[in-house]
Antibody, heavy 119, light 110 residues
């Protein structure tokens, strides 16, 4: 059974760096073809793809956010970390991590974690 | 990389069929057979309903179907039920190995 859970601060100040951790079970990020993605959703708005990390440590980022994002993995801990720099109030929202199967398909999602950016 | 275009809202009565469109470009929807659809109920994480344009994950009702034509993908829900009321998002693989979501469609069951 695949499960994922996001964790991290609920409140960050503008210009600060956000670090979120996705802890997962039921699969290994060292298995060929596996990936974990990050998706966010501002309040009452649409989903936005942020990026993904693959089993071979290949990473892809949203072109519009690429300069601010870093995704890393710790295979031994079954964790993926999202780092987003220079946070702004418009970055407030729910951040999800999800298990990738096949190209552009997320079949299991975490419950999401709400991040508010405010001074 | 712009978001895929979906109608903001659609509605239908129980038992009817509705179709939600998702328009992109030749760099995403029209260029790859890698379109997915997600259902999201209030306060919940998205749920995969359709992948690879028209495939259904195990456990998803056969009332849900997907298709594409050119740069537009479509999700059709037949035999509409009250429980189908939710937001629906399309997503597509895109150039440079990235992914893009649609703006979302709110489905109301009248």
């Amino acid at each position: 059974q695949i499960t994922l859970k996001e964790s991290g601060p609920t409140l960050v100040k503008p210009t600060q760096t956000l670090t979120l951790t996705c802890s997962f079970s039921g699969f290994s990020l060292s298995t060929r073809g596996v990936g974990v993605g990050w998706i966010r959703q501002p309040p009452v708005k649409a989903l936005e793809w942020l990026g993904i990390i693959y089993w071979d440590d290949d990473k892809r980022y949203s072109p519009s956010l690429k300069s601010r994002l870093t995704i890393t993995k710790d295979t031994s801990k079954n964790q993926v970390v999202l780092i987003m720099t220079n946070m702004d109030p418009v970055d407030s929202g729910t951040y999800y991590c999800a298990h990738r199967v096949g190209l552009a398909v997320f079949d299991y999602w975490g419950q999401g974690t709400l991040v508010t950016v405010s001074s | 990389q712009s978001a895929l275009t979906q109608p903001a809202s659609v509605s239908g009565s129980p038992g009817q069929s509705i179709t939600i469109s998702c328009t992109g470009t030749s760099s995403d929807v029209g260029g790859y057979n890698h379109v997915s659809w997600y259902q999201q109920r209030p306060g919940e994480a998205p749920k995969l309903m359709i992948y690879e344009v028209s495939d259904r994950p195990s456990g998803v009702s056969s009332r849900f179907s997907g298709s594409t034509s050119g740069n537009t993908a479509s999700l059709t829900i037949s035999g509409l039920q009250a429980e189908d009321e939710a937001d629906y998002y399309c997503s597509s693989y895109s150039s440079s190995s990235t992914l893009v979501f649609g703006g979302g469609t709110k489905l109301t069951v009248l």
